[in-house]
């Protein structure tokens, strides 16, 4: 398992996410700057991501959609506020109508990546906020959740029944 | 046991304010009444007041009887609630981070 550090405040509603690879900074920044690569892991398996637009430069603009089982599919977009290769990006995360427009009634939810050198490679940091916890739900049920098979107990379960009736 | 479903809705509204994300972890001890947790903020009595009323239609927070007093009580099985969408949110970033390594793992084959 990659993933070293998970930190979740459920009051202030961040979760910032630490990982390390065996690679260079400048390796793993490609995974955020080739939208090839981009599209290979940004959206799970079952809703692959599709990148049109994608500047990664600050003020830069990035448009994508996934694409569900069912044809489905929901639009995204990014702008970015920083962009500092091969350190340091952050970016707000919205939704698009279909008409490819952002659509300024879906929250939005704003990340901030840390690429730091280290002796077996790199650590990377991302710190996600969300300005309400509607705005985690709708993105949970925007169908980019996963691995929720894996979540056990009484919570969950109800938390899982209240989403399929949200839907 | 059958628990009812948090209401969602109410609970989005709710926790989307920062005085009431604040009142929420104060209360976490269950030992202020709202007029000491009023004396944490700056504005009034009576706004804090209608904070915790919102709270407390989210069912975020209950009051409670404490000897003579009333404090105000966070409802932990509520902000579990929370908790478990950000465990879910976790587990999307897993998946990425996996995936992530696995690209990483491809071009340095390609490399060889």
């Given at each position: 398992m990659t993933v070293t550090a998970v930190r979740k405040d459920p009051q202030n509603l961040t979760m910032t996410v630490t990982a390390e690879f065996d690679a260079s900074p400048a390796r793993v920044w490609q995974l955020w700057a080739d939208p090839r690569q981009l599209e290979r892991w940004w959206g799970p398996p079952t809703y692959p991501a599709t990148f049109t637009e994608h500047d990664l430069t600050p003020g830069g603009y990035a448009a994508y959609h996934m694409t569900g089982p069912e044809g489905d599919q929901p639009k995204g977009w990014w702008q970015i506020v920083e962009a500092d290769e091969p350190h340091h990006l952050s970016f707000r995360d919205g939704f698009r109508n279909d008409d490819g427009?952002?659509?300024?009634?879906m929250p939005e939810n704003i990340f901030d990546v840390t690429i730091e050198t280290i002796d077996s490679g790199s650590r990377m940091t991302i710190e996600s906020r969300f300005p309400t916890l509607e705005a985690l739900e709708q993105l949970l049920a925007m169908g980019m959740e996963e691995g929720l098979t894996q979540a056990v107990g009484q919570i969950d379960a109800i938390l899982a029944s209240d989403t399929v009736a949200a839907r | 046991m059958q628990v009812a479903p948090p209401d969602f809705d109410r609970l989005f509204g709710a926790l989307a304010d920062a005085t009431r994300r604040d009142i929420v972890r104060r209360a976490?001890?269950?030992?202020?009444?709202v007029a000491e947790l009023a004396g944490h903020y700056s504005m009034s009595f009576a706004a804090v007041q209608k904070h915790v009323a919102i709270l407390e239609r989210a069912g975020l927070v209950t009051k409670e009887r404490s000897g003579r007093r009333k404090v105000v009580r966070t409802n932990l099985y509520a902000l579990l609630a929370a908790r478990g969408l950000l465990d879910r949110y976790e587990e999307m970033w897993r998946g990425r981070f996996d995936r992530m390594t696995e690209l990483i793992a491809e071009t340095k084959e390609a490399d060889r």
């Open positions: 427009t952002k659509n300024p009634d | 976490i001890d269950g030992e202020e009444g």
